[in-house]
């Protein structure tokens, strides 16, 4: 399976991670209750067929996600994935949710995530929000690399960071690398954080490049009529008209080009976001096998200049 390093650091990571947001099951930005041996069964799926890396959050099911991928890990009898998590997210015991990237709350959260994860370091710490006060984001900064030096996070990145923030970061401890959402229906960063991070050498992880299933070609109105109330996607603007009408119409696109490779409409999806030379690698949520084995083929596929043309309606 093919690898490349992620920015500055010794991680040599598969194109395609296995994201651990939907197995948090159910929480305010959750996707609904979800059955914990489907998840793990997934995560071991994904596993034997090449991914080596796994991409969690401690907010995910209020710590529940973290815990899930501690127990797949448990289980799993093959080589060790690399396992990314982040902080800067808080919940309280009534599941309301907090931000916080203040020194001892990074520190806090940290040896939280060792506990639930069973491990005793984390393979890459990242921010996962930053804060609005520039000057608490380069506190949690600095806790970062505090931790880093003392060997609980191997290394260390940012989530949804812009570059003035990342510009203020980097000189305090080295960027290893950014998660930012990317996807045919989510281009910003296009425009200045995958070049900035091109010209640093910070390696680039994008989250939904199926923009949260409705690249996949399986996501209809009819299906999103059904979501249950406690999946986020149902708040979700990008779900609703005027907007879905148009995110339709770049599925039959994908699967137009999709049909001639016999690929699926959302390993196209994943195929043109890691097209982007500035992207090391794409993470990819999945709940159950079946959903492992319906995105494994973007790990491989190639776009030619026509066919991405093809895909951006150019």
């Known amino acids: 399976m093919k690898t490349t390093l992620l920015g500055n650091s010794d991680l040599a990571i598969t194109r395609i991670g296995f994201g651990a947001w939907a197995v948090g099951g159910d929480w305010q930005f959750g996707w609904g209750a979800q059955a914990d041996p489907q998840s793990i069964a997934a ?12 991409d969690t959050a401690a907010i995910y099911g209020l710590g529940h996600s973290e815990e899930i991928v501690g127990r797949a890990l448990r289980e799993w009898k093959g080589d060790r994935p690399y396992v990314f998590t982040k902080c800067g997210m808080l919940w309280d015991e009534q599941g309301k949710i907090d931000y916080s990237l203040r020194a001892r709350s990074v520190r806090s959260e940290c040896e939280a995530s060792l506990r639930r994860l069973r491990t005793d370091a984390i393979d890459l710490y990242q921010i996962h929000w930053t804060a609005d006060d520039l000057s608490e984001t380069m506190e949690g900064w600095n806790a970062l690399a505090a931790l880093q030096k003392e060997g609980k996070a191997r290394w260390i990145g940012v989530s949804n960071a812009s570059v003035e923030e990342m510009q203020a970061l980097q000189p305090l401890a080295r960027i290893t ?34 923009a949260s299933g409705l690249l996949t070609g399986a996501m209809t109105r009819e299906r999103i009529a059904s979501l249950p109330q406690t999946d986020w996607r149902t708040q979700n603007e990008q779900f609703r008209e005027p907007k879905l009408s148009e995110h339709l119409k770049v599925v039959e696109r994908l699967r137009h080009v999709g049909a001639r490779r016999g690929r699926s409409p959302g390993e196209v999806a994943i ?28 790990m491989d596929l190639r776009l030619t200049p026509s066919e991405v043309s093809d895909i951006e309606g150019s």
């Open 43 to 54: 995560i071991h799926r994904a596993l034997e067929l090449g991914v080596n890396w796994i």
């Open 177 to 210: 690398s950014l998660q930012p959402p990317y996807s045919l229906i989510r281009r910003e960063v296009e425009t200045a954080q995958l070049p900035w991070c091109q010209a640093q050498g910070i390696g680039t992880i994008v989250y939904s490049p199926m």
């Open 271 to 298: 195929a043109w976001a890691l097209n982007h030379p500035a992207v090391t690698g794409a993470i990819v949520g999945a709940r159950s096998p079946r959903q492992v084995d319906g995105i494994i083929g973007a």
